[in-house]
């Protein structure tokens, strides 16, 4: 019987070990790049890219909405020039509310005042009198003696109520007029009201001043 042929095809050749069968794999497939630690700079450019336009869309957005009022855009609404001019203020109603906050202190809600320290509004020759008077009072304030219905009074001094030096009130002109019209129609007077451009005018004639005496207002007509 002849040897075998070690290296004859038709012989099943030893199986092949697993380090030959990994060498064999790598070296037909290649080594392949490590692309685990490199970032590509294109998607992250674009993240920020949209990121800041998304937010910057928003902040627009919460600015300009007109806090998401549905009138805001409503698009049978017909054009405006600009802003509505806001609701009117009935002089009255202002007047009111300043008298009763402040003025109620030393003229007393009927408008009667006090006997010996605070003069009457009520029938009053001052508040129905010369309007030019009665906007200087109230304006800048009124010190010394005042005569008021025959009954002298000369316990306090009334204080500035305009913006001028000195004042603790710093009221508007408009405020001064609605007051002064509240007054002169309540507590049984019937005098004009007084416009906020009379008071202005006034204000703007005297500046800034001191307050006022019983003889420096006598000689105004």
């Not at 009665?134 to 305009?162: D, S």
């Not at 000195?166 to 507590?187: C, H, K, M, P, Q």
Request: glycine share 10%.
């Amino acid at each position: 019987m002849s040897d075998q042929n070690p290296i004859d095809p038709r012989l099943e050749q030893a199986g092949a070990s697993d380090e030959s069968l990994l060498a064999a794999h790598e070296k037909l497939l290649g080594k392949k790049p490590e692309d685990g630690a490199h970032y590509k700079m294109l998607p992250l450019v674009l993240l920020f890219v949209f990121s800041g336009l998304i937010f910057y869309a928003g902040t627009y957005l919460n600015h300009f909405a007109g806090h998401y009022d549905a009138t805001i855009f409503n698009e049978n609404a017909h054009p405006s020039t600009g802003a509505a001019p806001g609701a009117k203020i009935d002089p009255m109603v202002l007047g009111k509310k300043n008298y009763d906050q402040v003025c109620t202190t030393c003229h007393q809600a009927t408008g009667l005042g006090v006997a010996g320290n605070y003069p009457p509004l009520a029938g009053s020759e001052w508040v129905n009198g010369s309007e030019e008077r009665v906007i200087r009072i109230v304006l800048y304030g009124l010190k010394g003696r005042v005569t008021v219905k025959g009954t002298e009074f000369n316990a306090a001094a009334m204080p500035a109520f305009g913006k001028v030096a000195g004042s603790g009130y710093n009221w508007t002109d408009e405020r001064i007029a609605a007051v002064l019209t509240y007054v002169r129609a309540s507590f049984g007077n019937t005098s004009p009201a007084i416009s906020a451009d009379k008071v202005a005018e006034i204000h703007g004639k005297e500046g800034d001043r001191k307050e006022w005496s019983q003889e420096e207002l006598l000689k105004i007509p």
